[in-house]
Antibody, heavy 116, light 108 residues
Framework: EVQLVESGGGLVQPGGSLRLSCAAS????????MSWVRQAPGKGLEWVAN????????FYVDSVKGRFTISRDNAKNSLYLQMNGLRAEDTAVYYC?????????WGQGTLVTVSS | EIVLTQSPGTLSLSPGERATLSCRAS???????LAWYQQKPGQAPRLLVY???SRATGIPDRFSGSGSGTDFTLTISRLEPEDFAVYYC?????????FGQGTKVEIK
C-alpha cells in the first residue's frame, strides 16, 4: 500500500523558516517525480513545486521562487520542502504527492500557519 | 499561465441523478493533459481522471471525463451518497501547473 506521511508543519512567525518532510513507502520512491501541493484554509489547491527522479530538475510556482527549495533523498525514501521567508499567504495544508504533473497518491497533509 | 474556470460553483442534486461538471481553460491544454480530483472534507484529494478521459486505478465507471482544447467535462452518471464532495480540475500541459477553483456537489 502506498503511504505518504508529511511532518514538520506548525506555527511560525512571518519571515521564519520551516522544513517539511514526506516519508514514502509502498512504492519505489526513486521512480516517480514528486511534488508539493498546498491548500489554504477553505480554499482550492495550488501546485507549489515538483522534482525529477534524480533531483536534477526542479520547478516552482512563481510565488515561492527564491524562498522555497524542494529536495529528495532516494536512499531515505523522503521528500523535503525547505521554506524560508515565510509569509501569511503561505498559510496552508501542504500535501506531498506522487507524480510530477498529475498526482496519483497524496499524503494527509501538514498544516503550516504563518502568524505573529 | 493557464486559468481554469469550473462551473457551476455548486451543484445541488439527488442520489441517482446525473452530474455534469465543466472546466474551461483560458488557452488550449496541450495533449489533453487534464486531470480531475475529488476531495471530501478533512481528506486529501483523490485522482479520478487523467489525460482528460482515462480513469485512475480503482475509480468506478460511473465517473467519466471528456473534452479537449479548452473545454472539459467530468460526468458522474448516477450519483452515489459517497460522491457528494468537491471536484477540482487540473491542467498539467504547461507550467505553472494550475487547478480550477472547484465545484461542490451537494445533496439536494
Amino acid at each position: 500500500e502506498v503511504q505518504l506521511v508529511e511532518s514538520g508543519g506548525g506555527l511560525v512567525q512571518p519571515g521564519g523558516s520551516l522544513r517539511l518532510s514526506c516519508a514514502a513507502s509502498g512504492f519505489t520512491f526513486s521512480n516517480p517525480w514528486m511534488s508539493w501541493v498546498r491548500q489554504a484554509p477553505g480554499k482550492g489547491l495550488e501546485w507549489v513545486a515538483n522534482i525529477k527522479q534524480d533531483g536534477s530538475e526542479k520547478f516552482y510556482v512563481d510565488s515561492v521562487k527564491g524562498r522555497f527549495t524542494i529536495s529528495r533523498d532516494n536512499a531515505k525514501n523522503s521528500l523535503y520542502l525547505q521554506m524560508n521567508g515565510l509569509r501569511a499567504e503561505d498559510t496552508a495544508v501542504y500535501y506531498c504527492a506522487r507524480g510530477g504533473y498529475y498526482y496519483v497518491s497524496w499524503g494527509q497533509g501538514t498544516l503550516v500557519t504563518v502568524s505573529s | 499561465e493557464i486559468v481554469l474556470t469550473q462551473s457551476p460553483g455548486t451543484l445541488s442534486l439527488s442520489p441517482g441523478e446525473r452530474a455534469t461538471l465543466s472546466c474551461r481553460a483560458s488557452q488550449s491544454v496541450s495533449s489533453s493533459y487534464l486531470a480531475w480530483y475529488q476531495q471530501k472534507p478533512g481528506q486529501a484529494p483523490r485522482l479520478l481522471v487523467y489525460g482528460a478521459s482515462s480513469r485512475a486505478t480503482g475509480i468506478p465507471d460511473r465517473f467519466s471525463g471528456s473534452g479537449s482544447g479548452t473545454d472539459f467535462t467530468l460526468t458522474i452518471s448516477r450519483l452515489e451518497p459517497e460522491d457528494f464532495a468537491v471536484y477540482y480540475c487540473q491542467q498539467y500541459g504547461s507550467l505553472p501547473l494550475t487547478f480550477g477553483q472547484g465545484t461542490k456537489v451537494e445533496i439536494k
